[in-house]
């Protein structure tokens, strides 16, 4: 078997990306419309109007009372009582986990420390003595771990629940800015364009995913969705590097055959670096327990739908612009293969 595993990739290739692009395109536009629609449904669960006439305060707190029951938050946006415990032995996160999951009736956040004697307690604290419910609690762990030790107790309010979610919301928005002022002083402002669809479409789908499966949304989601942010973002400068490159040394060429010709030729990269860091996300899905379960879920889809995003939305995006390009009498179709060689 050779080695290493690059080999057994083909050296050129000539597939015709951009002549799949409208299928793709609509595929897209499905997926982010059903996305939109499952964040303002509750997952396709609820009713919209009726939320809104429910919720109290101002238009705009109605409309995040909606947007709020599109996800399953987590005690980072819910609100919550975070408290540290300690024993004379390791703890077994498990049994606890479920125990006062069955207790609380909501989801409890239970995590080791780098020491197994050593672990914090996150869960809801609903009602208007929240003490009465961490009392509840602490009695349940003390049948449940033995010789138990109790450290800090912190309350997470609900304002700061809020707070943090508009802030994770708005670091999103600002790294996705960002990135299209960087490529648009790098190459041109159309590409900007299409980094930004590429990084909008992975953004919204990750978020969809969450969304309809219920999966709980907390802090180190936001982190997943940067990380996935930056992921796609190299991918995508990539492929326009080398298709900046191409709209130099091919001029008579038509604007799809250079972006199908930039595509083939940094396609092995792309699937090796996808590969990859898929490789690293789904070894964290495997052994990384609960806690990193979302996170790594989060990190093997955007890893996915980044690839599809950085072959099938960002480059193909810059034919929206219609580019006219100076062409020989019998060059407005030159195939890939004959114009590389």
């Known amino acids: 078997m050779p080695w290493p595993l690059i080999k057994l990739m083909p050296k050129r290739t000539n597939f015709r990306f951009v002549r799949f692009a409208i299928f793709a395109a609509f595929l897209s536009i499905v997926a982010v419309a059903g996305s939109f629609v499952s964040m303002f449904t509750g997952g396709f669960r609820d009713n919209p109007i009726a939320v809104y006439q429910q919720a109290e305060g101002d238009p705009l707190a109605r409309i995040g009372a909606v947007m709020g029951r599109g996800f399953n938050l987590g005690i980072d946006f819910k609100g919550g009582t975070s408290m540290e415990i300690s024993a004379p032995q390791a703890i077994n996160l498990g049994p606890l986990r479920s125990a006062l999951t069955a207790m609380v009736h909501s989801d409890v956040e239970v995590q080791n420390f780098s020491d197994a004697r050593r672990a914090s307690v996150s869960f809801q604290t609903p009602g208007a003595n929240p003490s009465v419910v961490v009392e509840q609690v602490k009695a349940r762990i003390r049948q449940i771990v033995p010789n138990v030790e109790f450290g800090s107790v912190d309350a997470v309010s609900g304002k700061v629940s809020e707070e943090l979610f508009a802030g994770g919301l708005m670091a999103l928005g600002l790294a996705i800015v960002l990135m299209l002022i960087y490529i648009a002083f790098r190459f041109e402002f159309q590409f900007g364009v299409g980094a930004v669809f590429a990084l909008f479409h992975d953004t919204i789908l990750t978020l969809g995913l969450f969304?309809?499966?219920?999966?709980?949304?907390?802090?180190?989601?936001?982190?997943?969705?940067?990380?996935?942010?930056?992921?796609?973002?190299?991918?995508?400068?990539?492929?326009?590097?080398?298709?900046?490159?191409?709209?130099?040394?091919?001029?008579?060429?038509?604007?799809?055959?250079?972006?199908?010709?930039?595509?083939?030729?940094?396609?092995?990269?792309?699937?090796?670096?996808?590969?990859?860091?898929?490789?690293?996300?789904?070894?964290?899905?495997?052994?990384?327990?609960?806690?990193?379960?979302?996170?790594?879920?989060?990190?093997?889809?955007?890893?996915?739908?980044?690839?599809?995003?950085?072959?099938?939305?960002?480059?193909?995006?810059?034919?929206?612009?219609?580019?006219?390009?100076?062409?020989?009498?019998?060059?407005e179709t030159a195939p890939v293969a004959e114009a590389a060689t």
Not at 226 to 246: H, K, Q
């Open 211 to 331: 969304s309809i499966f219920r999966i709980e949304f907390t802090l180190t989601i936001i982190a997943a969705l940067l990380t996935i942010i930056g992921y796609s973002m190299n991918d995508t400068v990539v492929v326009f590097d080398r298709l900046r490159e191409n709209l130099k040394k091919y001029k008579k060429m038509s604007l799809a055959d250079v972006i199908d010709l930039s595509t083939n030729e940094t396609l092995s990269r792309t699937m090796i670096t996808s590969v990859t860091a898929l490789l690293s996300a789904v070894a964290l899905w495997a052994v990384g327990g609960e806690t990193l379960r979302g996170f790594a879920i989060a990190m093997t889809f955007g890893i996915i739908i980044g690839t599809y995003s950085s072959i099938y939305v960002a480059a193909p995006a810059i034919l929206l612009w219609h580019s006219r390009r100076g062409r020989g009498p019998n060059q």
